[in-house]
């Protein structure tokens, strides 16, 4: 337990931090070159997007791994991976209110009363910022850890809205947000089984040290 | 009680006060300059460059991805080719395509496309005025509406095999026009573009073009004509019928659930994104008011999307 508290800063992490900027990274080379395709705009608004869900799932995904490979170490990689996903859905959000609709108030109010698609993926990325703001160990001491765990459990919700958003966005091509849709459910399932039988008591609470 | 009587003049009919002042300037114009550039034919735009004209495409039937069909319909084959020719017409026939073109001059034509899914590109077409052929083709008078149809391959198409490929279309894929839209001398029958033949991905052999509707209009590799009398149903609009009407002209005020239609990016010019030059307004009927606008006189054309 104490190695986990007075983690050394240059760690398996410091490696793990340098590949989560790698889209990004990629990205910034691509438009500094030119490199962005046909459709400029819409390879950065795809791709900021498209990250914020893997990297919503893959936090997602580090409790159940934890388990089943037996890694406990990997907790300690889960708070950057979620904000990773804030950090590319801040990139998103910020492609479509800068660079497609270029502040127009009146447009985007438009898109998000008309248009479901934007007002999922608008819940999705409004409901990350509390999580990103009380990410802190600070903030895990004032909230407790229990009261902390609940809010948290909202990234339930955005990874959900996200995968719904995706859903609407396209026209009929849908299998890639099938797809999202079908590792987000198999997540979920994989929790709700768990939580069933801790409540019968079947299973040890591994999961509270999870908390951190 | 008001009595009012009917205009006896349409407003349409009217000259304009700027064509009658200089209707010398006019008169010399309609003497020299070719038809096609008098008209409006040609947009002076910059020519989309022919990579991304041809690399960015929406033809599910190759995949829906807009990388797709130039990526999986090289094998398609475009020879031999037929078009039946069937309805309310003199001369119902399955044509070969060479023999349905025959004597009807191609023209090239450069024209903005407007695709509903935003963004827009301006593309040299080369084609054979659609009023020609129907003209050629003489439909009886109690046709009203054109039919296309598509090719039906489900061996070359992997979007025609599967669903998820190819969005689950009803296949073949269908549009179609009201006669006088057809007779629209804007309305083209595409046979090349950027002065080559048609590449498979952008509808080889034989495509429409209208310019002032959405692209998804367009119907590509085209094997049925028919003339009908009521109007015909497109693929779009048995797919999903809130978001695509009938007549799916370039409206930057009729909304699409999905797309606002207010701006549109013009592919290739992206301008500075950070600048919010990234989009431009899109322009009623796409910029093609003045040749077409007439033929919707009175129409409630948010209702008649």
Known sequence: MREWICAKTTDWRSYLFLTCTLPAALLVCATATGNLGVNPLETIRDTTGIWTLRFLLVTLAITPVRRIIGWHKIIRARRMVGLFAFFYAVLHFVSYV????????????????????????????????????????????????????????????????????????????????????????TLLLGRLRRSIALASGQASDTGSSSVV | MLIQRAADILSSEITPEDVYQNRREFLKTALFAPAAAMQGFNTTEKVTPYEYATTYNNYYEFGTDRGDPSKNSGKFQTKPWTVTVEGMVKKPARYDLDDLLKGLAPEDRTYRMRCVERWSMVIPW??????????????????????????????????????????????????????????????????????????????????????????????????????????????????????????????PSADHPRWNQSREQRIGEPGNPFLGQATRPTLMFNGYGEQVAHMYAGMDLRKNY
């Open chain 2, 126 to 251: 080369r084609g054979i005025p659609l009023a020609s052929l129907i003209r050629k083709l003489e439909p009886l008078p109690s046709a009203k509406y054109l039919e296309f149809k598509a090719i039906l391959a489900r061996d070359q198409m992997p979007g025609q095999r599967s669903r998820l490929f190819g969005g689950g279309l009803d296949w073949p894929y269908v549009e179609g026009l009201r006669l006088d839209e057809a007779m629209n001398s804007l309305t083209l029958i595409a046979v090349g573009m950027y002065g080559k033949p048609l590449p498979t991905q952008n509808g080889a052999p034989l495509r429409l073009i209208t310019p002032w509707k959405y692209g998804f209009k367009g119907i590509k590799a085209i094997v049925a004509i028919r003339f009908v009398e009521t109007q015909p149903v497109s693929s779009w609009m048995k797919s999903w019928p809130e978001a695509y009407g009938f007549y799916a002209n370039v409206n």
């Open chain 1, 98 to 185: 800068w660079l497609d609709q270029f502040f127009a108030l009146h447009a985007m109010i438009d898109d998000l009363m008309k248009r479901p698609f934007i007002m999922a993926g608008y819940a999705s990325f409004v409901v990350l910022v509390p999580l990103a703001v009380t990410s802190t160990k600070k903030w895990i001491l004032r909230l407790g850890g229990k009261r902390w765990q609940l809010l948290h459990r909202l990234i339930y919700f955005s990874a959900a809205a996200g995968v719904v958003h995706y859903f609407w966005r396209v026209k009929l091509d849908v299998q890639s947000p099938i797809i999202y849709g079908l590792l987000l459910g």
